[in-house]
């Protein structure tokens, strides 16, 4: 039996109701505000019902744990008789999918989850019953297995950004799978895996692949004359000549993600031209989650190639040992890179070590989207596909996304050239720096640019003098790359004498108020995805009092890295930075401390002696107009075996405990001991106006 269809209201129907009183239209009304942010394409094809069922039914764990896995095994194998289900792993339902919808898109949110839950149960049969002609006892499993309807839910208010996946509601519902409706950061999850669905629309690229090649050709004409060429060497210019790899551009594209359903058509359209090389951002692998259900299967489909559970080096299952081993190429996929017929368990390390370097890995991205880990910028033109370029207005989620785009392809190790291309308006600009901000604002992109960086290199002089610094968590990721930057960011606070706080507040959009209240914090440092950093910018300006950082302008202020125009909140670049700058850290089992509470040791690529002698010297700050005293002078990097404590504790200290013996108000005080202890008697009765002593 399929579970209950439950209509959705979400306040809009009283509204609408009302509105339309007049002519008692109300269906009309209904569709043309659920359909306001699609248009006029219908459900199907914009939220991509087919695609995404598809893909969420794919995540799905299919190991030898889970009765559909055992299911599919059988299905391929039909001498298998590991069919019977196991009540440990079934609820009642095929899976648990969460739906995740912005605020602009929760009209469509009940029409959808009954598109999607339809769907979904397609692609799960099909999966299983397609494979293989199975035996009529396995028929029967699976026929029994499909009696259950998959649960699709949708999630009420996100925990922090909307932009990010909500693991944490998630898995309060066993969720399976999320799929994620709307704009999204791309933030990369760990704990469940997760399906974007960006918006399909009708798109054509003609228009902007003769734009780029037009461009392209002035822009290699005009290189030709002005470089005083040879005769022979102009005559020797033809077609040919042109489309020599060695002389195409080579362009990185770059896009809002409401584009992705198609962007990989424009990619083509481009090279197919002859004349560039084109890198296309694409969406992070959720490198874990995927991680282990490829183990999960591998580990189990058969006993070829190492898995199955037999010790035994035999392989395809024709009882012979093999060196080339599985010369069926739909076979030799699955596997391990040539370490082929070795034994199972050799085989399930290297699985695992794959596994686990996968999971440690973290991509290296622009404004959400990954690009190549050895990708040299200074060698590409990045080709921007947006339409808003307003960032100086942070009110939309396309303006987030280009700010972070510029601020790091601007900088000295950045892109040749900056373009974008805007598919509503059909122009191309071959510079964003000095495009307008919009038709009905003149002002410059690279002013606007400007202002936002002479802002928070203001903010990194303030952070210089603080002494108490709050790490401040927005997001809800447990992802390795967050741990990681996480346990760094506290290292790097406590090696220089700081004092280390971390804050977990909620919603960004209301923790300005909630972090007021701790008078004693000097900075804030927020660890948060790209679009969370930028829109809590706008707050920080409006309503904080401290500066609120991120991870690499507190590197600025701690004095671990110049300010020296490289710019980026990704954390990739970060490390990878670390590493260019000889600046190394020691990794700890999952990026926390240990047991004693002690944090690693940082060391950077200087000479520790001179280091030293350099920590008591003091700065000028452009804040105070004075030379301050720097706060590295306690660097836990001290031999406490040295000193005549022996590295004993002998007095705790906290910079909020003495904070708060300054304040003139500390709160109620008990006075145990002090106050006269008296029996209780009987108070007044009533409400706050009358307490019965009015006997009028």
Not at 250 to 271: G, P, Q, R, W
Not at 285 to 314: A, F, P, Y
Not at 534 to 561: C, H, I, N, Q, S
Request: charged share 25%; hydrophobic share 30%.
């Amino acid at each position: 039996m399929s579970p209950p269809r439950i209509m959705f209201d979400d306040g809009s129907r009283i509204m609408e109701e009302a509105a339309s009183s007049s002519n008692n239209d109300v269906t009309a009304d209904r569709q043309s505000f659920s359909s306001s942010e699609r248009g006029n394409i219908s459900t199907e094809v914009y939220y991509e019902i087919d695609r995404v069922a598809k893909e969420v039914v794919e995540k799905l764990d299919w190991s030898t744990n889970t009765s559909r896995g055992r299911l599919l095994l059988a299905s391929n194998n039909t001498a298998s008789s590991s069919t019977e289900s196991n009540a440990n792993d079934e609820d009642g339902f095929l899976c648990r999918v969460a739906l995740q919808f912005p605020d602009e898109l929760l009209a469509d949110a009940s029409e959808v989850s009954w598109l999607m839950e339809t769907a979904i149960m397609a692609a799960y049969k099909s999966k299983l019953i397609s494979q293989h002609d199975a035996a009529v006892t396995i028929s029967t499993s699976i026929n029994n297995h499909l009696q259950q309807y998959p649960l699709v839910f949708i999630l009420g208010d996100t925990t922090y950004g909307s932009c990010c996946p909500d693991e944490v509601s998630a898995n309060h519902l066993n969720a399976h799978c999320i799929v994620k409706y709307g704009y999204a950061c791309l933030a990369p999850t760990e704990s469940i895996p997760v399906v974007y669905s960006f918006g399909a629309s009708y798109n054509s690229w003609d228009e902007c692949v003769d734009l780029v090649c037009c461009e392209l050709d002035n822009k290699r004409k005009q290189e030709d004359e002005s470089v005083d060429k040879t005769l022979d060497k102009k005559l020797s210019l033809t077609e040919d000549d042109d489309a020599d790899p060695k002389k195409k551009t080579k362009l990185l594209l770059l896009y809002e993600v409401k584009y992705h359903h198609c962007i990989e058509d424009l990619k083509i359209a481009l090279e197919q031209s002859g004349k560039v090389d084109v890198i296309l951002g694409s969406v992070p692998k959720q490198q874990l989650s995927v991680g282990r259900n490829e183990l999960s299967w591998r580990g189990s489909v058969s006993n070829c190639c190492g898995g199955g559970e037999s010790e035994e080096t035999e392989c395809c299952n024709d009882g012979k040992p093999r060196t080339d081993c599985c010369n069926d190429d739909a076979v030799k996929s699955d596997c391990d890179e040539g370490a082929c017929c070795m034994p199972f368990q050799h085989k399930h390390t290297t699985l695992f070590d794959r596994e686990q370097k996968e999971r440690f890995y973290i991509p290296r991205t622009i404004g959400g989207l990954e690009i190549p880990n050895d990708l040299k910028l200074s060698e590409y033109t990045m080709l921007y596909i947006g339409d808003d370029m307003d960032i100086d207005s942070i009110n939309s989620n396309s303006r987030t996304r280009l700010l972070h785009i510029l601020l790091r392809c601007q900088a000295p190790d950045g892109t040749q050239s900056l373009w974008s291309y805007s598919p509503v308006n059909n122009q191309l600009s071959t510079d964003i720096l000095n495009s307008p901000l919009s038709p009905t604002n003149d002002t410059a992109v690279s002013s606007a640019l400007s202002r936002t960086l002479r802002r928070r290199y203001f903010l990194i002089q303030k952070a210089k003098l603080a002494t108490t610094i709050a790490i401040l968590i927005g997001s809800t990721s447990t992802s390795y790359s967050f741990r990681r930057m996480m346990a760094r960011t506290r290292r790097r606070i406590q090696s220089t004498g700081r004092t280390a706080y971390t804050f977990a507040v909620g919603k960004l959009a209301s923790a300005s108020s909630k972090l007021a209240n701790f008078a004693e914090i000097d900075c804030f440092v927020l660890i948060a995805c790209g679009e969370s950093i930028a829109k809590f910018w706008k707050m920080e300006r409006d309503e904080m009092l401290v500066p609120v950082l991120t991870p690499m302008e507190l590197d600025v202020a701690l004095g671990y890295r110049p300010w020296d125009g490289r710019y980026s909140c990704d954390f990739g670049d970060l490390i990878r930075w670390d590493e260019d700058d000889g600046i190394a850290e020691d990794d700890l089992d999952d990026c926390d401390t240990d047991g004693l509470g002690q944090t690693s040791k940082l060391t950077g690529g200087h000479d520790e002696s001179s280091n030293s002698s350099d920590e008591d010297q003091p700065f000028f700050s452009m804040i105070s107009g004075k030379y301050e005293q720097s706060r590295s002078a306690t660097a836990n990097d001290t031999n406490l075996q040295s000193l005549p404590g022996k590295g004993q504790m002998i007095e705790y200290s906290s910079e909020a405990a003495e904070f708060l013996k300054k304040r003139e108000y500390q709160g109620l005080e008990a006075n145990v001991g002090q106050t006269e202890a008296k029996a209780a008697v009987l108070g007044q009765v009533g409400i706050a106006s009358d307490y019965g002593e009015n006997t009028n």
